[in-house]
């Protein structure tokens, strides 16, 4: 079993910078790719960033040139570097880990593992 804490979240205005960390633990071994989601309200969960652990990377597109993900493999932490926040980045931010088929990275249900997630709010 593996366990995923968020932190980082906060209230910012638009423009403005935040950093998400997710620390893993338990079972990490299993944790081939680790992404981040987020979820509005009213809205579906959608996939944001993730890397693999050869540090393989994918961003969705209304992230791009804004997101940086990062992973740190000794560290079992995954970060999202967030620049230039805009209000339609508003919402909560979750973790997720698994080892699952490349072509699912960006599909929530895919992922067994999740952390309970941080508030991201952009005014």
């Known amino acids: 079993h593996v366990q995923l804490v968020e932190s980082g979240g906060g209230s910012v205005q638009a423009g403005g910078s935040l950093r998400l960390a997710c620390v893993a633990s338990g079972n990490t071994r299993g944790n081939g790719y680790m992404a981040w989601f987020r979820q509005a309200p009213g809205k579906e969960r959608e996939g944001v960033a993730q890397?693999?652990?050869?540090?393989?990377?994918w961003l969705a597109d209304s992230v791009k040139g804004r997101f940086t993900i990062s992973r740190d493999l000794a560290k079992n932490a995954l970060y999202l570097q967030m620049n230039a926040l805009k209000s339609d980045d508003t919402a909560m931010y979750y973790c997720a880990a698994d080892d699952i088929d490349p072509s699912c990275t960006m599909v929530a249900t895919a992922y067994n593992y999740w952390g309970q997630g941080t508030q991201v709010t952009v005014s």
């Open positions: 890397v693999y652990t050869n540090g393989d990377s």
